[in-house]
């Protein structure tokens, strides 16, 4: 099976625009088939606050309102995305970017309003890999930004780790598929205060008791619960770490063991 | 040949809701391969002045400084096309939003600041077909937003007419190629203040002889040339007036001629 690689790239790596030109000098020179998932954050909620919009976030995840969907929209896949497929075009690298409504490649539900109304919010309900595989056999790299569609005409926010997670379970009927999820951190830590703390192989055990011991971070919780879910659903290799480690293994990371 | 239509939306087709509404659900009724161009401009003035950035318009055509394009990038790559997106897809028609930087397909070449500098606005200069070609021969259907870029990473605001009429050019190699410009009028018209004095058939001698007269409005000069240089360079149909026209022919309309 040909090798799939899906990296996602989030926080200071989109926000530093050296440190995103460097992680994208790296991508390019990755063989193979390779999908790019992007996040923006800080970005749309610099941009909210200059419209003057209110972000507000429950347990670390943000409400999407019409308003903040409309900012999301802009931000991700008008100002991120396409920034990042001109960058990625200088390169020499054939990028083609994609919200989940461009060709129909990911559908979700938008969440329940019960226990907490987050909004615009989708869940991931299906992955469509067709048109994807056509275009990756063209050597077209599809740049994803986290942004979803519930079919009926409403485009969703959704998380960014989840959408790079369900995209490697989603491709692994066809790939040996790679979950990267780079960020500013060296991997999971087991003191968030001290960068030489990085675990190298989590398992579920330690995974246990880390959250037991109230040592991750909140917004890693959800990261990692979709480590788990891919790398129990057929993903070959899952590694969390600074963007360094796609173009260098002996970079310390995490890797995730099931 | 197998035939293609290219069909352009401006004005308030795309600022009024249920205009964009009633024209999707004809678009999507039309059958074999066609590509949508949209342009936006009326949202992303409305947008600047939300955000205090001033648009500046020299003989009708706006300046793009770089707050201004980031304007542009968000409100017609993020905002306008992922709807319109998303809308077709609730009506079955399997679209795929692009800007020319998108699988490298228009590259443009940032104009010339002698005489007038128009700040990051981008000339056409190659239009590639294959990757759309691809794509539409699985039923998928391109979304265009008025941006390219210039293969150095700087994406380039570009007239939406002009962006239809390239396109249609460069497919007239593989297509017999229909090109038709919708917006809220029925035509070109003799008199601008009267609907019913439409134009059936615009050659270039009525064109020269309206253009004398003073009789053609700022904003349509541009247009019509990018129509005459359309038929002139192996579009097999030109065609100018209301969005019903793409429903049914006898809708009066403006049809130019060699």
Redesign the interface.
Same mark, same amino acid.
């Given at each position: 099976m040909e090798t799939l690689k899906v990296i996602k790239i989030g926080g200071q790596v989109i926000d530093n625009t050296s440190a995103l030109n460097d992680f994208l000098e790296d991508f390019v020179e990755l063989k193979g088939p390779k999908i790019l998932v992007h996040g923006g954050g800080v970005e749309a909620t610099k941009f909210a606050e200059?419209?003057g919009i209110e972000v507000t976030k429950i347990d670390g995840r943000r409400v999407t309102d019409a308003d903040t969907l409309?900012v999301i929209?802009?931000?991700? *896949?008008?100002?991120i +995305?396409?920034?990042i497929? $001109?960058?990625l075009? *200088?390169l020499h690298c #054939? *990028?083609?970017?994609?919200?989940g $409504?461009? $060709? #129909?490649t990911i559908i979700s539900k938008k969440r329940s309003v019960i226990p907490i109304d987050f909004g615009f919010v989708g869940d991931i309900v299906q992955v469509n890999t067709k048109?994807l595989r056509?275009?990756m056999s063209?050597e !077209?790299t599809p740049v994803f930004c986290a !942004?979803t569609?519930d079919? +009926?005409?409403?485009?969703l926010n959704t998380n960014a780790d989840t959408l790079a997670s369900e995209l490697a379970i989603a491709f692994s009927e066809h790939y040996s598929t790679e979950l990267y999820f780079c960020f500013e951190k060296s991997g999971v830590l087991r003191d968030v205060t001290d960068e030489d703390s990085v675990i190298k192989e989590l398992n579920p055990q330690t995974y246990e008791n880390l959250l037991k011991s109230g040592k991750v971070a909140d917004g890693m919780i959800p990261k990692l619960d979709n480590c788990f879910r891919a790398i129990n659903h057929k993903v070959s290799q899952v590694s969390i770490g600074q963007p360094e480690m796609i173009r260098d293994t002996s970079v310390r990371h995490t890797k995730i063991i099931k």
């Amino acid at each position: 099976m040909e090798t799939l690689k899906v990296i996602k790239i989030g926080g200071q790596v989109i926000d530093n625009t050296s440190a995103l030109n460097d992680f994208l000098e790296d991508f390019v020179e990755l063989k193979g088939p390779k999908i790019l998932v992007h996040g923006g954050g800080v970005e749309a909620t610099k941009f909210a606050e200059q419209l003057g919009i209110e972000v507000t976030k429950i347990d670390g995840r943000r409400v999407t309102d019409a308003d903040t969907l409309k900012v999301i929209l802009m931000t991700y *896949a008008g100002f991120i +995305n396409k920034n990042i497929v $001109a960058l990625l075009q *200088a390169l020499h690298c #054939n *990028a083609l970017g994609f919200t989940g $409504a461009d $060709a #129909n490649t990911i559908i979700s539900k938008k969440r329940s309003v019960i226990p907490i109304d987050f909004g615009f919010v989708g869940d991931i309900v299906q992955v469509n890999t067709k048109t994807l595989r056509t275009l990756m056999s063209q050597e !077209i790299t599809p740049v994803f930004c986290a !942004i979803t569609h519930d079919e +009926n005409g409403q485009l969703l926010n959704t998380n960014a780790d989840t959408l790079a997670s369900e995209l490697a379970i989603a491709f692994s009927e066809h790939y040996s598929t790679e979950l990267y999820f780079c960020f500013e951190k060296s991997g999971v830590l087991r003191d968030v205060t001290d960068e030489d703390s990085v675990i190298k192989e989590l398992n579920p055990q330690t995974y246990e008791n880390l959250l037991k011991s109230g040592k991750v971070a909140d917004g890693m919780i959800p990261k990692l619960d979709n480590c788990f879910r891919a790398i129990n659903h057929k993903v070959s290799q899952v590694s969390i770490g600074q963007p360094e480690m796609i173009r260098d293994t002996s970079v310390r990371h995490t890797k995730i063991i099931k």
